[in-house]
Nanobody
């Protein structure tokens, strides 16, 4: 059973930075993982995804150049480095995981692509 625990959320002013962590356990070496976020009154959306086997990454257009997804295999931890934060980045951020399978480029940013989810961590960016 895969377990995911996020941490690192908080409050920051616009232009600031935060680094989210997702401690993972119980997953196979070739696991695809992603960060999603959900703002109040909005649907959950994919932010960044990574194939932990190949290292391939992808980002939503809204965060490209500002966010970086990475992994520490030794620590079984996924990270999301968020720089140049904007008020519109305010949301609950979730870590998700799924054994990698074919057509990753199709499902990597879709909620339905992942079975395992963390509990979420709040990020608030003030102007």
């Amino acid at each position: 059973q895969v377990q995911l625990v996020e941490s690192g959320g908080g409050s920051v002013q616009a232009g600031g930075s935060l680094r989210l962590s997702c401690a993972a356990s119980g997953y196979a070496s070739r696991t695809c993982m992603a960060w999603f976020r959900q703002a109040p009154g909005k649907e959950r959306e994919g932010v960044a995804a990574i194939d932990t086997g190949s290292g391939s990454t992808d980002y939503a257009d809204s965060v490209k150049g500002r966010f970086t997804i990475s992994q520490d295999k030794a620590k079984n931890t996924l990270y999301l480095q968020m720089d140049s934060l904007k008020p519109e980045d305010t949301a609950i951020y979730y870590c998700a995981a799924e054994p990698c399978r074919a057509l990753w480029f199709v499902w990597r940013m879709r909620i339905t692509g992942y079975r395992y989810w963390g509990q979420g961590t709040q990020v608030t960016v003030s102007s």
